[in-house]
Nanobody, 126 residues
Framework: QVQLAESGGGSVQAGGSLRLSCAAS????????MAWFRQAPGKEREGLGW????????YCADSVKGRFTISQDNAKNTLYLQINSLKPEDTAMYYCAANLGYVLHGMCRERDFDYWGQGTQVTVSS
C-alpha cells in the first residue's frame, strides 16, 4: 500500500519561497510515477509536474516552468516541490500523487493517479 504525506506548507508573502516535501513509503519513488498537483478554492485539481524513477521531470504547463522545481531523494523516499517567487494565485492545497502505470497523453490529470497524500496548504499574501 502506497502512503504519501506532504509537509512544508504555510503562509508566506508574495515573492517568497517554499519547499514542500512528500514522504513516501519505501520504494515508491523508484517504482511509481510521481507527481505534484495543487487545488485552489473553487477550482479543479491542477497537475504541476511528474516523473518516474530517475527520469526527466515533465512539467504540465509553461506557467509552471521556471518557478517550480520537482526533485527527489530516493534514499529518503522523499519528493520535493520548490516554489520560488510565490504569487497570491499560488494559494492552494498542494498534493503529491503516485500511480503505478503510465497513461498515454495523461499524467497531468487527477484521474491518472491512484494514490494521494492529504495535502499541505500554501497561502500567499500580497
Amino acid at each position: 500500500q502506497v502512503q504519501l504525506a506532504e509537509s512544508g506548507g504555510g503562509s508566506v508573502q508574495a515573492g517568497g519561497s517554499l519547499r514542500l516535501s512528500c514522504a513516501a513509503s519505501a520504494h515508491t519513488l523508484s517504482t511509481y510515477y510521481m507527481a505534484w498537483f495543487r487545488q485552489a478554492p473553487g477550482k479543479e485539481r491542477e497537475g504541476l509536474g511528474w516523473f518516474q524513477g530517475n527520469g526527466e521531470t515533465i512539467y504540465c504547463a509553461d506557467s509552471v516552468k521556471g518557478r517550480f522545481t520537482i526533485s527527489q531523494d530516493n534514499a529518503k523516499n522523499t519528493l520535493y516541490l520548490q516554489i520560488n517567487s510565490l504569487k497570491p494565485e499560488d494559494t492552494a492545497m498542494y498534493y503529491c500523487a503516485a500511480n503505478l502505470g503510465y497513461v498515454l497523453h495523461g499524467m497531468c490529470r487527477e484521474r491518472d493517479f491512484d494514490y494521494w497524500g492529504q495535502g499541505t496548504q500554501v497561502t500567499v499574501s500580497s
